[in-house]
């Protein structure tokens, strides 16, 4: 069974701290790797995508990819209250074309 | 920006009652996804969709789900016979199939089985 884990959250982080999503997932040869922000009642919306090993950053958003591991993460730097949400780590699994959800963690961020 | 649009946006329906939702990917893209989440549960896959036939679907897309691309825009969904557990909010999606295969969302169809 592929999977795509995440802790559920919620997880309570101060306005302007740095907030860590972790996910893990099950098959070793996925290839591509998406980090969804959803807030509720809405559609997920892209934030980012990661495919190499390392760190990739786009404004507060950085993600981090160990394949080694089977791990990614995202850091929002500056925790903004409306960065609360539940982020959603998606996974494109090997010789598919389709993207594998996580349940997804609940971020609340601190007035 | 190119969006994926989603008709309608919310559809009460009797039990087993048929319902067509529909979708319009963006318009250079290739691949084309039906997802579900019920509510307060994880975004689940239901199909995908790739040069006029479904190239994967999940064990939730049973004989209820069909999936058509009646025209060169229009990507629908389905339910023959809908069930109470149908109840969901179901999102198109499409990619265009180049590394990475970002997959961008519609805003969704809240489906209300009664």
């Known amino acids: 069974q592929k999977e795509v884990e995440q802790n559920s959250g919620p997880l309570s982080v101060p306005e302007g701290a740095i907030a860590s999503l972790n996910c893990t997932y099950s098959d070793r040869g996925s290839q591509s790797f998406f980090w969804y922000r959803q807030y509720s009642g809405k559609s997920p919306e892209l934030i980012m995508f990661i495919y190499s090993n390392g760190d990739k950053e786009d404004g507060r958003f950085t993600a981090q990819l160990n394949k080694a591991s089977q791990y990614v993460s995202l850091l929002i730097r500056d925790s903004q209250p409306s960065d609360s949400a539940t982020y959603l780590c998606?996974?494109?699994?090997?010789?598919?074309?389709?993207?594998?959800f996580g349940k997804g963690t609940r971020l609340h961020i601190l007035p | 920006e190119p969006e994926v649009t989603q008709t309608p946006s919310h559809q009460v329906t009797q039990m087993g009652q048929e319902v067509i939702l529909r979708c319009v990917p963006i318009s250079n893209h290739l691949y084309f996804y039906w997802y579900r989440q019920i509510l307060g549960q994880k975004v689940e896959f239901l199909v995908s969709?790739?040069?006029?036939?479904?190239?994967?679907k999940s064990e939730i897309f049973d004989d209820q789900f069909s999936v058509e691309r009646p025209d060169g825009s229009n990507f629908t969904l389905k339910i023959r016979s809908t069930k109470l557990e149908d109840s969901a909010m179901y999102f198109c999606?499409?990619?265009?199939?180049?590394?990475?295969?970002?997959?961008?969302f519609g805003e969704g169809s809240w489906l209300t089985v009664v």
């Open positions: 999606a499409s990619s265009t199939g180049l590394p990475g295969n970002t997959i961008y």
């Open positions: 969709f790739y040069n006029n036939e479904i190239s994967e």
């Open positions: 998606a996974v494109l699994m090997n010789r598919d074309d389709k993207i594998i």
